[in-house]
């Protein structure tokens, strides 16, 4: 299971969220998110933890502790997933009543 990490410090932190996390099980990986033009750290992070009690269990105990004097924001990284494809579909009914709109537009001239 994936666990979204939200506000992390800008400083090399990977180590210490291991740390963190394995306290309360497995952790198969850290992955800190990074600007893709610049390289520099966007502030969040997803843990990977095989076992999903584990990880629902470390969301639990560090939801709102201090790492890097950042305090953590954790989520089921579905949860995170959900809202992002329910933005979507907005978006793309958006984009639809759009080109519906234009469509009869051209049709009216």
């Known amino acids: ?6 506000n992390l410090s800008h400083a090399e932190i990977s180590g210490e969220l291991r740390t963190a996390f ?3 099980g ?3 990986s850290v992955t800190i998110i990074t600007d893709e033009f610049n390289g520099r750290k ?3 992070g997803i843990i990977e933890m095989p076992d ?3 990880a629902k269990s470390a ?5 709102g502790s201090k790492i890097a004097g950042h305090d953590l924001h954790l989520s089921d990284r579905r949860a995170v997933s959900s ?4 933005r979507e579909r907005r978006d793309d009914e958006e ?3 759009i080109g519906e709109r234009r469509n009869s537009t051209e049709r009216r001239k």
């Open 42 to 44: 966007r502030g969040f």
């Open 83 to 86: 809202r992002r494809v329910s």
């Open 95 to 97: 984009r639809k009543q």
């Open 1 to 6: 299971m994936n666990v979204y990490v939200n």
């Open 52 to 54: 999903e009690i584990e």
């Open 26 to 28: 497995t952790v198969a």
């Open 22 to 24: 394995e306290v309360h």
């Open 59 to 63: 969301i639990e105990a560090l939801e």
